[in-house]
């Protein structure tokens, strides 16, 4: 029996209120200017893809069509844009650089409390190779959550390559070598040293992965990485110096990335972006083509932001207007103000949303008196409120 109420959401759903409402709108313009501002161009996946068998399965939201067909509210839109990309531009071969500010849907555990509607904002580039297009995205992750409000610094993102993690562990068998893989994604390096040292993992090669995995070497696996985040820095030097740190520890959840992957990480909200390269997804769809992106996890976000004492930029106050006995002298003013500029809200309004408010009552088409009892007009407010 399903004792929820039936005002509320359902389980992993929640109603966003206009305060975080209007916060979040400001966090995500200034991630869509940022992803322009470097040739991204913005598209939208439709919030239904077919559902599958594939390994992230058991992640998805998925129910039977009209038609009988199984389909899945879209758990990853990466993997929309490439199937979009297959299907939409096989006969294109430039680059593409797409971007997006959308929810995806993942199944949660019932009593795990987790949330199974996150909202994203991405960029991908496909048909970008080597380490120059590593270095662009690396960059444009790092400049997107500066100009969002939030500083990063060496620790925040963390850079590391599936391909030389798998690599160092490549003595052990598949089963085993996923579930060693499977707690560095948890953050245990010893569990997963250790699920090495039983399997019978030579203990040359153990050293080896030991001494990789917790940066006490800098041999040739982190060589690379230092590379490409030393061009990252001369894309976006960022406000902080030195930001980005190799961490070969660092292991996706999704199983498609084949190359260099990140993660941008905040001391009091977890995980805030990841991303990477996936050469070999596209070709699940049609031709094979180079690609590499990341998402920043909006809400999240929201809450490092929030850890930080960010607040958003102001906005210009609203203007409250009580009408006159004259309604035709009212809704003239009220054009008025609003030709001038203004945003003018005609009565009362209960939910603010943490905007300024100037209260204001309409003398006649052109005039209005405010609070204080100064008459003004709408030329004359304009100015001041833009002051």
Same mark, same amino acid.
């Given at each position: ?26 966090? @995500? ?7 322009? !501002? ?100 690396? /960059? ?82 982190? /060589? ?48 805030? /972006? ?84 100037? @209260? ?11 609070? !204080? ?15």
């Amino acid at each position: 029996m399903n004792d929820q109420s039936p005002i509320g959401p359902p389980r992993g759903f929640r109603d966003v209120l206009p305060t975080e409402a209007r916060e979040l709108g400001v966090i @995500e313009q200034a991630l869509s200017e940022t992803f322009a !501002d470097s040739g991204f161009t913005p598209l939208y996946p439709p919030l239904l893809e077919y559902g599958s068998d594939d390994s992230v399965r058991r992640r998805r939201i998925q129910f039977l069509d009209s038609d009988g067909s199984l389909v899945a509210l879209r758990p990853d839109l990466t993997t929309s844009v490439a199937r979009l990309v297959a299907g939409r531009y096989r006969e294109m071969t430039g680059v593409l650089r797409l971007s997006y500010i959308a929810p995806v849907f993942r199944e949660e555990p019932a009593m795990s409390g987790g949330s199974r509607e996150i909202l994203q904002a991405g960029v991908e580039l496909v048909g970008g190779d080597g380490a120059l297009a590593d270095a662009e995205i690396l /960059a444009l992750l790092g400049e997107s959550l500066e100009r969002a409000g939030l500083a990063v610094c060496e620790s925040t993102l963390q850079v590391g390559s599936i391909a030389l993690t798998g690599g160092l562990f490549a003595a052990l068998a598949g089963e085993v070598r996923v579930d060693v893989l499977h707690a560095l994604r948890q953050g245990d390096i010893a569990g997963a040293l250790n699920r090495a040292r039983g399997a019978g993992m030579p203990a040359d090669q153990l050293a080896r992965a030991a001494r990789a995995l917790t940066g006490v070497e800098s041999g040739p696996e982190a /060589a690379e990485l230092c590379r490409v985040i030393e061009l990252a820095r001369e894309r976006w030097p960022g406000a902080v110096k030195g930001w980005g740190a190799p961490n070969l520890a660092v292991v996706p959840a999704l199983p498609y990335y084949t190359g260099i992957v990140f993660e941008a990480i905040h001391p009091d909200a977890g995980v805030i /972006a990841s991303g990477g390269r996936y050469d070999l997804l596209i070709g699940a769809y049609g031709t094979p083509r180079p690609a590499i992106g990341f998402a920043i996890d909006v809400l999240q976000l929201h809450r490092a932001l929030f850890a930080e004492e960010w607040r958003p930029r102001l906005q210009r106050p609203l203007v409250v207007l009580r009408a006159s006995a004259d309604e035709r002298a009212t809704l003239r003013c009220t054009a008025s103000l609003r030709a001038g500029g203004l945003a003018v809200a005609l009565g009362d309004v209960a939910e603010r949303a943490g905007r300024a408010v100037i @209260e204001a009552e309409v003398i006649d088409e052109c005039r209005v008196r405010l609070a !204080d009892g100064r008459v003004t007009d709408a030329a004359t407010l304009g100015s001041e409120i833009g002051s």
